[in-house]
């Protein structure tokens, strides 16, 4: 247990090393340390939603494997990432259901979103962390707030729109939100979302 570490999901962008993928950045828990994970776009996408905090119409795959889990009596105890290797994170999942305890292998990807939708901790090793991570300056709790939301709306900033969603007014924006969760068009809803958040605390587009 003395050589794990925690993290925290902190947010996503494009991945600059992958056409069509997205790096998940996974933070150090009290520490410095930044982990880029490269996920596909639908992991992706169901992280992103459950960080903006918008519920699908119908369950996505991993709100699916929750409910059936929980159905069952099964919890998501903790997600380990326990490898990297030709540049492959892999992870390991503990599920209990009050008299078992199982242990399956997972894509750290998959791990994620259901941990975040379960609240389970997530670990890894001081070894992953030192060979795979990056330092970053230590924020206030506010700042790094708001770095979540600002990466993800990174994520979708570089698709032009006319007129600029940035430019609506919040109601606006909660009509457009809405219409994009009817039609499940869950990767734009997550990107308006993360505008109309930014309006409602008073935040700056001027640099966007």
């Known amino acids: 247990m003395e050589d794990r570490v925690k993290l925290k999901v902190m947010g996503i962008s494009y991945s600059q090393i992958q056409a069509g993928a997205y790096a998940l950045i996974l933070a150090q ?29 119908r369950p996505m795959t991993h709100d699916l494997f929750v409910s059936f889990a929980h159905a069952f009596g099964v919890k998501l105890r903790e997600v380990f990432i326990y490898k990297f290797e030709d540049g492959i994170f892999s992870s390991e999942l503990t599920f209990s259901d009050g ?14 979103a259901i941990a975040m939708r379960t609240n389970a901790p997530i670990y890894t090793t001081h070894e992953i ?15 790094e707030d708001g770095a979540e939301v600002g990466d993800e709306s ?18 606006e924006l909660e009509r457009t939100l809405a219409k994009l969760i009817e039609r499940e068009e869950y990767e734009e809803a997550a990107r308006v979302a993360a505008i109309l958040k930014r309006k409602r605390d008073g935040g700056d587009f001027s640099d966007r």
Request: aromatic letters at 4%.
């Open 29 to 57: 828990v009290g520490g410095p340390f930044r982990i880029p994970v490269v996920i596909g776009a639908a992991e992706a996408q169901s992280i992103a939603l459950k960080m903006e905090g918008i519920n699908p119409p």
């Open 129 to 143: 962390l030192n060979e795979t991570g990056f330092e970053m300056e230590i924020q206030d709790a506010e700042q």
């Open 154 to 171: 990174e994520v979708a900033d570089e698709v032009s729109d006319e007129p600029k969603l940035e430019n609506y007014a919040v109601e």
């Open 99 to 112: 008299e078992r305890t199982v242990t399956i292998d997972s894509r750290t990807s998959d791990g994620i």
